[in-house]
């Protein structure tokens, strides 16, 4: 028997569910369900998902696709395809017309065009009344049809990457169809309104947010020895760890007794650690792979500065965390890390792809710790008022006309 729709439940349609680089929409989805609201979660690939334990609790609402032969997620299509041949055709034709200019994008997005109908049998069952992604390319694709199959509103976040790096071909067409369009910064409300300037009052600013309740305040450390310098971030070429090791080796040469923590895995590992060797930082850098957030949370308790040396941000969460926990940060004056952070009031911008910069910072945080005190205490007052978690689900429900159930 179907379950009646309520205004309560969300479906919300990821790559995959959970992923330890995408904690922000963890959070999300576990304040929408503290705020009385019930977000069921549609994964698109069945790979081994990522262990956060911080998502045990909302397993059992999570749906993963079955096997590509299987007969239940066939059943389902033919289903549709016959009490909807319309339908089911156009939606297929929709996806080969906005995409033949990116053939690669438009094989991804017919490959979870089964997943997405069964899926869509499955929210239809729950009641969902909406359909929410994060990222404009393939889960975007999935959750707007998804919508029109159920004939209810899609909305989507975008973020970075999905915005410079791998846009659609039918870009516009997802911003037209969305109800709302969101994206995490002002940065990128900018560039999107001037690339479609018909459509830049549909498009809204939701910031991501952090949890303050796990980030118990604590003034800046009274930095002892070794300074203890830490980083989270893919170890990816878009990162800049790169940039980092070189401010490293320059810390070394200035007499610098420190320990830089890097935590973080990627493609560019190996290369990395070769030039860790060659720069002679073997004593000084700590790899330390992909963790959990419980542990990423130790390590905010107990380094001194945090520093991100990215060439391309959004803005990033682990800074929102390193800040929201006390810690004073450095960080590139890029894309929408100025919205986040006001220079030297809390935290230090400096300029991108610049060793020296990073590593002078350092030196005037260590040499002058009254300015760190200064920035962590205007750090986590920044995240409080602007980058908290309730509040960014309050806008988000707010853009999606709801309202919060009240709690007794």
């Known amino acids: 028997m179907s379950t009646p729709k309520t205004n309560l439940v969300i479906a919300y349609v990821l790559s995959v569910f959970p992923a330890i680089s995408e904690t922000f929409i963890l959070e999300e989805i576990i304040e929408l369900r503290r705020q009385g609201f019930e977000p069921i979660i549609f994964s698109l690939k069945k790979i081994q998902p990522d ?11 999570v749906h993963y696709s079955p096997f590509v032969l299987s007969i239940r997620l066939w059943a389902e299509n033919i289903r549709l395809c ?16 906005s995409l033949i200019a990116q053939p690669l994008e438009m094989i991804k997005t017919l490959a979870v065009f089964p997943k997405t109908v069964y899926f869509a049998s499955i929210a239809r069952t729950l009641g969902c009344q909406r359909v929410h992604s994060h990222f404009i390319n393939v889960p975007a694709a999935s959750a707007r049809i998804m919508a029109s199959i159920l004939e209810v509103p899609f909305s989507v976040t975008a973020h970075g990457s999905d915005i410079y790096e791998y846009p659609p071909a039918d870009f516009e067409s997802r ?44 003034p800046s ?40 923590w890097i935590v973080g895995d990627g493609s560019q ?97 260590i040499k002058s710790p009254e300015k760190a005190v200064l920035l962590s205490q205007h750090s986590h007052s920044k995240i409080e008022t602007d980058f908290n978690i309730q509040t960014s689900v309050r806008q988000l429900l707010t853009l999606w006309s709801l309202s919060p159930e009240p709690h007794e």
């Open 269 to 365: 590992r190996a290369l990395l650690e070769r030039q860790c060797n060659y720069l002679g930082l073997g004593a000084q850098i700590r790899f330390l792979g992909a963790l959990h957030h419980s542990d990423v949370l130790n390590l905010y308790s107990t380094a001194d500065i945090y520093i991100l040396p990215s060439r391309r941000e959004g803005i990033p969460v682990s800074v929102m965390e390193a800040m929201a926990a006390g810690l004073p940060v450095i960080a590139p004056r890029i894309t929408g890390l100025p919205e986040l952070i006001d220079h030297a009031q809390n935290g230090w911008l400096v300029e991108p792809d610049t060793p020296s910069e990073f590593a002078n910072a350092v030196i005037t945080l």
């Open 51 to 61: 262990y956060v334990p911080e998502a045990l609790g909302l397993m059992n609402v």
């Open 221 to 260: 450390r009274k930095t002892g020895k070794p300074i203890r310098l830490l980083t989270v971030a893919r170890l990816e070429k878009v990162k800049g760890v790169d940039i980092l090791l070189n401010a490293y080796r320059l810390l070394v040469d200035k007499g610098l007794d420190f320990e830089g």
């Open 175 to 218: 911003i037209e169809s969305a109800s709302p369009f969101i994206t995490i910064s002002q940065f990128n409300r900018s560039y999107l309104q001037k690339k479609f300037p018909r459509l830049q009052d549909k498009i809204q600013v939701v910031h991501c947010g952090v949890d303050l309740q796990k980030f118990p305040y604590r």
């Open 82 to 97: 016959v009490e909807h041949p319309r339908l089911y055709l156009s939606l297929l034709r929709g996806i080969i017309q």
